[in-house]
């Protein structure tokens, strides 16, 4: 999705001296001698050039006296097909180039869809922007966005979201060319038109964010959708022009889930998804999930089993919010390189430098790299490692080059010594005197019951300006610990709408800094909620922000949150269990809770359901390989 956004603070790169020595060195090029290098023979240095360089996030890219290109949201990377064509091409969302990319008026420049090239995948040189005005069936003040790049039938064919079109609605645009970098001819129609959500006859729904893959046995298919609607995927023309409506399927549920991109492996089709919010600058909590499926219509089951498209909607997580400067990571795209290695190419935001101008305004999204690992058939990102922040190994981007990347394990926080003193089982009839109350519940919302807490879900919040929630806290302990919940909220099984009748942990400073994780009704879903709540902030900057974990569930769900502390920060991870047993790791917020902090526990968004809370325990943390 397009950002409807961040001040840029980076200086232009020389071009003057290093123009005038490549205009001497290719006058002279046929005078030059082979180099040489450090006195190596010319094998060894043939051996030195088949390793790839590093790089470091986020990808470079040149655009000359225009300076460098800062935003890349919904990046999409191909490789040149034509006969030595040793190039990559990236492209990127409708957007300014930088802060200063404006007209003689001083407004931004939105460039429709622009495009780079590389030959390392790590230096990039803008070429120019797709199209230079919109297609006449889509709307003169439309966007473009989130561009897939595929080679079918001899051409390029580039798909787009239009925003809106003449007809009403948004649907995907496609273009063809000989050239990975035009001139693009669109087809003067949209490859899927605009059309009702599934849940709703009148509507148009979010035809966003197109991707195509051709299986097996050639026939092509396109998949889209957004948070209104969902995603759906249908089979496409052979030219690649139109997709059949007859076709259609939906294969993860609405209002949780955008940016589809396919990969196939071993006989699988991986289908990465990017959910919550992109472009709440800082407090963006966008992160990336995976489904799987022997079919490209799905079911696409996570890792537990759960339907990317049932209520208590599934999805594994593969890249998120890992305690370092990247923020809001996402609407990612899948490849492998020249020497068998894959990786991803995504955006996010530096949550230190959020903005291409004015708070508030467009968020910077730059693309970002890194390779993807498989454990026991499921993705991961950089052994679990997530979005890197150091010098990287770079990809083989050219025949013949070897991969140096090597596989790194995280390891994570886990539960050590349980802390009696700051842990309840709730056996007893009255509840313990470390217990207190921010804003007392009626007295007949919470009692202790059957060994459980019972809370009834009030119609308040904790959110922002509204706190009006009880909140039950109590002390933590000093340094680093782990709080575990077990819960029960008896949200229906299906249906619409309960927004946002939620439970569960709050890691709690004040009403208005903490961080939350809930199981909460969402639209026609249920989701486990991990947010962060911090004031003050700057003019123009969120308060709140929020991801989301894996699968909820429907009886019981065990709920963790670490507290570790890195280079003075303090760093809070989310890990959700449907069993209690086996435990999937999620976001980490970063966050400054004060120096008495408590553990909280909440019931609210909405009345009419009743929470119990099993247990709270209180741990030391130990850092471990994950098995």
Request: hydrophobic residues 35%.
């Amino acid at each position: 999705m397009v950002d409807p956004v961040s001040p840029s603070r980076r200086s232009r790169a020389p071009a003057g001296a290093f123009a005038i020595l490549l205009i001497a060195l290719v006058g002279c090029q046929q005078e030059l001698p082979t180099p040489d290098l450090a006195g190596t023979s010319i094998e060894a240095q043939k051996a030195r050039d088949s390793r790839p360089g590093t790089y470091h996030n986020a990808l470079t890219i040149n655009a000359g006296p225009l300076g460098k290109v800062e935003t890349c949201a919904d990046p999409d990377i191909v490789r040149g097909q034509q006969p030595g064509d040793r190039h990559w091409y990236l492209y990127c969302t409708t957007d300014p180039l930088n802060a200063k990319d404006r007209d003689a008026n001083g407004n931004f420049n939105f460039r429709l869809i622009t495009m780079a090239k590389s030959t390392d995948l790590v230096n990039w040189t803008y070429v120019g922007d797709a199209f230079t005005q919109r297609p006449a069936w889509v709307r003169p003040d439309a966007g473009l966005w989130a561009p897939e790049v595929v080679y079918l039938n001899g051409k390029y064919h580039l798909y787009y979201t239009a925003s809106d079109t003449v007809a009403g609605g948004s649907a995907i645009g496609v273009a063809t060319s000989e050239s990975p970098t035009g001139p693009w001819v669109d087809s003067g129609g949209p490859a899927v038109e605009p059309h009702p959500a599934p849940c709703c006859a009148d509507s148009r729904r979010w035809t966003f964010d197109a991707d195509v893959i051709q299986d097996s046995s050639g026939q092509n298919w396109i998949y889209y959708g957004s948070y209104f609607g969902g995603i759906s995927v249908r089979q496409l023309s052979a030219d690649g022009l139109r997709s059949d409506p007859a076709t259609q399927k939906e294969v993860a549920s609405a209002n949780r889930y955008e940016g589809s991109n396919i990969f196939v492996k071993d006989g699988w089709y991986y289908l990465f998804v990017s959910a919550t919010d992109c472009c709440r600058g800082p407090l963006a909590g966008y992160s990336v999930f995976v489904g799987r499926s022997l079919t490209p219509e799905g079911p696409f089951l996570d890792r537990d089993g759960v339907d990317l498209n049932a209520t208590y909607v599934g999805g594994t997580p593969v890249l998120t919010m890992n305690g370092n400067r990247w923020v809001g990571l996402g609407h990612n795209a899948v490849f492998t390189d020249a020497a068998g290695q894959d990786w991803t190419v995504y955006h996010a935001i530096d949550r230190r430098d959020p903005y291409l101008a004015e708070p508030g305004g467009l968020n910077k999204r730059p693309a970002l790299l890194d390779p993807v690992d498989w454990e026991g058939g499921w993705p991961t990102v950089r052994g679990g490692l997530g979005a890197s922040d150091e010098v990287m190994p770079a990809p083989a981007s050219q025949p013949g080059q070897r991969s140096t990347y090597r596989v790194a394990k995280e390891k994570v926080a886990e539960p050590s010594k349980l802390l009696t003193a700051y842990s309840d089982e709730f056996n007893g009839t009255v509840l313990d005197k470390a217990w207190t109350w921010v804003r007392p519940p009626a007295p007949a919302a919470a009692s202790l019951e059957g060994g459980a807490l019972r809370f009834d879900t009030q119609a308040a919040d904790l959110f922002e300006d509204s706190n009006n929630a009880s909140v039950l806290t109590r002390p933590v302990p000093q340094g680093d610990y782990l709080v575990e919940v077990k819960l029960s909220i008896n949200l229906p099984d299906s249906g619409c709408c309960f927004n946002f009748s939620q439970a569960g942990l709050v890691m709690y400073g004040d009403d208005d800094n903490f961080v939350k994780l809930t199981q909460a009704s969402i639209w026609e879903t249920r989701q486990i909620e991990f947010g962060k709540e911090q004031a003050p902030v700057p003019p123009g900057f969120p308060r709140y922000g929020n991801t989301v974990l894996s699968a909820a569930a429907p009886n019981a769900i065990w709920l963790r949150i670490a507290k570790t502390t890195d280079n003075g920060e303090e760093l809070y991870t989310a890990s959700t269990s449907r069993d209690g047993t086996t435990w999937t790791r999620g976001s980490t917020w970063t966050h400054q809770l004060g120096s008495n902090p408590r553990v909280g526990l909440v019931s609210m968004g909405g009345a009419g359901f009743t929470a119990r809370f099993d247990y709270v325990r209180v741990y030391n943390v130990k850092q471990k390989f994950p098995k």
